[in-house]
């Protein structure tokens, strides 16, 4: 079975601090997303990557940065947390660079609340 | 306007009861659709992938139109344990890859 790990289920950040979320997926999969799931706006898409060392903006980038050094693991980075980046956040992975009709598999997901 | 959007519910039916969500697509562009199921505090499974000339599983039926950009999903003899959030998946190519819009999500309650 594919697996997607993410680091932590539950995260609470104060303001400005500098927070690191961890995706590991170990099913060789090319490509990897990281979205957010709030309440009534569904999972919008943040950063995805098709490759090592290759990543493309989401719809809401603004706020992040991602980095994916390794095929397994995709990073996201919150350069400076703020209250509005409370969420849900879910890393997914799927097979296939470019193809169109591969699943994708989910994270547990993170909750993260920043005070 | 979203690209992809779904009546977010919630529909409540009884044990038994055949429900119907529907999902607008406004690209036409796009390209692969899928419906994805998310029970309370998990993550997102793929239900199934929807094809054109439509396709069923079990008491599940998915359905394509493209001339009007919607996809259907059907749900025959409801149980129970078929109560989640129900999301529309759009997939539509880009250059050098593809991007996945998700619906909002649909939530559905079956009652005993």
């Known amino acids: 079975d594919v697996k997607v790990t993410q680091s932590s289920r539950y995260l609470v950040k104060r303001t400005g601090e500098k927070v690191f979320l961890e995706c590991v997926q170990d099913m060789d999969h090319e490509n990897m997303f990281w979205y957010r799931q709030d309440p009534g706006l569904g999972l919008r898409l943040i950063y995805f990557s098709y490759d090592v060392k290759m990543k493309e903006k989401g719809d809401i980038p603004e706020g992040y940065s991602v980095s994916r050094e390794k095929k397994e693991r995709f990073s996201l980075i919150l350069e400076s947390a703020s209250t509005n980046q409370t969420s849900m956040y879910l890393c997914a992975s799927s097979l296939g660079q470019g193809r169109l009709n591969t699943e994708a598999f989910f994270g547990q997901g993170t909750r993260l609340t920043v005070v | 306007r979203k690209e992809v959007e779904q009546d977010p519910g919630p529909f409540n039916v009884p044990e038994g009861a055949t429900v119907a969500f529907n999902c607008t697509y406004s690209n036409s562009a796009s390209q692969s659709f899928f419906w994805y199921r998310q029970d309370c505090r998990k993550e997102p499974k793929l239900l199934m992938s929807?094809?054109?000339s439509g396709n069923e599983d079990g008491r599940f039926t998915a359905q394509l139109n493209r001339a009007s950009q919607y996809i259907s999903l059907l749900i025959r003899d409801s149980k129970l344990s078929d109560s989640a959030t129900y999301l529309c998946v759009v997939l539509r190519g880009l250059t050098g890859g593809f991007k996945t819009i998700f619906g909002a999500g649909t939530r559905l309650f079956v009652k005993a």
């Open positions: 929807v094809y054109s």
